[in-house]
Structures are given as C-alpha cells and as structure tokens.
C-alpha cells in the first residue's frame, strides 16, 4: 500500500494472513509516499516487479496519470485504490464501492430502494456510482457542503440516475428519512478521537432501516449506537473495509479471498476481538 499516512492501516494484516491461508508466496507491506513523490515511488514498483499495490488517501486521484489503463467503474468515481501489474502494464481498479454495496446486500435489497447518504467526499462517489450499479430507485444526498452535493448529483443525473441534494439539518433529515429504507455515512463524523459526534439525529432512525457507518474507527460509532437503540439493522464501516480488501486480494490473485479470516484478523487489529 501507498499514502500517506499509513501506519495505522491494518490492511498488511489482513492481507497477508490472506496469502498464508492460501499458501500464495506473497508479502504486502506498507509505504509512506509523499505527494511529491508519488511517481518516484511508482517508478519503483514497476521497477521492482511488484504484482500489485493498493492506493489510499491523498493518491487516489493523482495516481491516475501514473497508470497505464484503469478500469471502467474507476474512470467514474475518477479514483483508484487498488492497482495490478500485467506484464509490466498498471491497471487501477476502485473496489470501494462494491465493498460498500456487498456489505449492504446482505441486509437491504437495494434495487429500487431510496438511500440517504451522507457526505459527498471520495467515499461517497464511490457508493452511489455502486448504488446506480444496482438499480436504486433514487439517492437523496446529504452534505455540508452543498455546492459539493450538487457537483456530485450532476454526476450521478448524467450516469442516468436519480438524485436529490439536501444539508444537514434536522428538518432536511428529518423528511428525506421518512422516504429512505437505506442511511449510509459517509463523511468522517464520528471518527476517532471525536467520537460523540454523529453526523444525524438519533431519533430519526427506524427499526425497517439498514444503517451502514463507514468509519470504522472506532467499531462502533454514535452514529450506529444511535441505530442500534432504534432496533435498526445496522452493519459497521469495518464490514467495507474488509470486502474492499477481499476485492483487491481476488483482483490481484485471481482466486477467491478468505473473507472470514480477513474480518477476524481485521477485527483483532482494531481491537474488537476475533468476532465472527
Ligand atoms: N470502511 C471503509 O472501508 C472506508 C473506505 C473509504 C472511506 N472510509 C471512511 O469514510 C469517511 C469519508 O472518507 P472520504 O475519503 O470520502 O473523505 P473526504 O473525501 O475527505 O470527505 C469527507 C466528507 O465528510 C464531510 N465532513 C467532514 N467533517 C465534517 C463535519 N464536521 N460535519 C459534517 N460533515 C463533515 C465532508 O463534508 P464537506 O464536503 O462539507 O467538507 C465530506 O462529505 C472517512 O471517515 C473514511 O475513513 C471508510
């Protein structure tokens, strides 16, 4: 992996206790790659013959011009957080969305659903370029900035889907929550240390909602607390940080990721046990 920072990523953990269970001679380690040199660094991973990289925060944007090709569904969130080396050629993937949607499926049957989002960053374009994947019926996206909502609801109105911009208030929540089955956060409300805030108002939740936070640190937010009263059906951001890692892993490997172990050894790395 390269960003910067990286040292509190658990991806190497999940990752190569991946490649031990599979007896796949590989080893994934991490790099701290300043914005200036990224192409440095690049150069080098090409130079050395390394299969495969992942992306993360500030790079994955300006990865791209690096690359040899990427990816359909990257080229429309415009973002990369995981690249393969084929014969000597980069190719950039973006398997935050799909984790997103394959941690929700399980809970929410998204297609012709209504989903509020919250946040309109990185991690959000991600979603609903995913969410439009899987036919939602519309998706009311709530942000503090708005201009940065509207920007992405063209986004989405151009990829033929159906989108509504909304602030953060508590009358603007309060009406797009009686619409929506699905609240997905994706802004960075809640994270580590300050983690009595919450993006929403606990009140709002209902019972037949599924609620996904993607900030998994720490496991469980406010925000999921607040759900969890609700007797909502809730799924935590560390769910999408292992299926974005799996994705990668069957990217990279062309075989099927041990998903389970991959949660537990995520789970263990963040300090929440080895739950199943
Ligand atoms: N679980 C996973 O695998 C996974 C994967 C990717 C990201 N994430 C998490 O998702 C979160 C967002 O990541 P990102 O890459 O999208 O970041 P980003 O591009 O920087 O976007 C941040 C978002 O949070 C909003 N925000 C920040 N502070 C706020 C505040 N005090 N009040 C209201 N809104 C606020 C921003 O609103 P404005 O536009 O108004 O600034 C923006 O919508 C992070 O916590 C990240 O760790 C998790």
Redesign the pocket.
């Known amino acids: 992996m390269i960003g910067c920072p990286v040292k509190h990523s658990v991806s190497s953990v999940m990752q190569n206790a991946a490649f031990s269970a599979l007896g796949i001679d590989a080893l994934y380690c991490s790099f701290n790659v300043e914005r200036d040199n990224l192409g440095d660094a690049v150069g080098g991973i090409t130079a050395l013959g390394m299969a495969g990289f992942n992306v993360t925060?500030p790079h994955?944007e300006s990865i791209i011009p690096f690359l040899d090709s990427i990816e359909k569904n990257a080229a429309a969130i415009g973002a990369v957080n995981t690249v393969k080396n084929v014969d000597g050629r980069l190719i950039g993937y973006n398997t935050?969305g799909r984790?997103?949607v394959k941690s929700l499926a399980n809970a929410a049957d998204l297609d012709g659903s209504r989903v509020l989002v919250?946040?309109?960053?990185?991690?959000?374009?991600?979603l609903c370029h995913a969410l439009l994947d899987e036919g939602v019926e519309s998706i009311h996206l709530a942000?503090?900035?708005l201009k940065?909502?509207e920007r992405l609801c063209g986004e989405l109105r151009k990829a033929g889907g159906s989108c509504t911009t909304l602030g953060?208030s508590r009358r603007e929540l309060a009406k797009s929550a009686k619409e929506v089955s699905v609240v997905v956060n994706?802004?960075?409300?809640g994270?580590t240390p300050k983690v009595d805030?919450t993006?929403f108002f606990g009140e709002l939740f209902r019972r037949d909602m599924v609620v996904m936070d993607?900030?998994?640190?720490p496991l469980e937010t406010k925000f999921l607390r607040d759900a969890l009263d609700a007797n909502a059906t809730t799924i935590a951001?560390?769910?999408?940080?292992v299926?974005?890692g799996a994705l990668a892993f069957e990217i990279w490997t062309e075989k099927k990721a041990p998903l389970e172990l991959m949660r537990d050894k995520a789970l263990n790395a963040l300090g929440g046990g080895g739950v199943k």
Do not use: F, H
């Open positions: 925060i994955k935050d984790a997103a919250l946040g309109a960053g990185g991690a959000s374009r991600a942000n503090r900035s940065r909502a953060l994706c802004t960075s409300v994270l805030e993006p993607m900030v998994y640190n951001g560390v769910e999408m940080l299926w974005q």
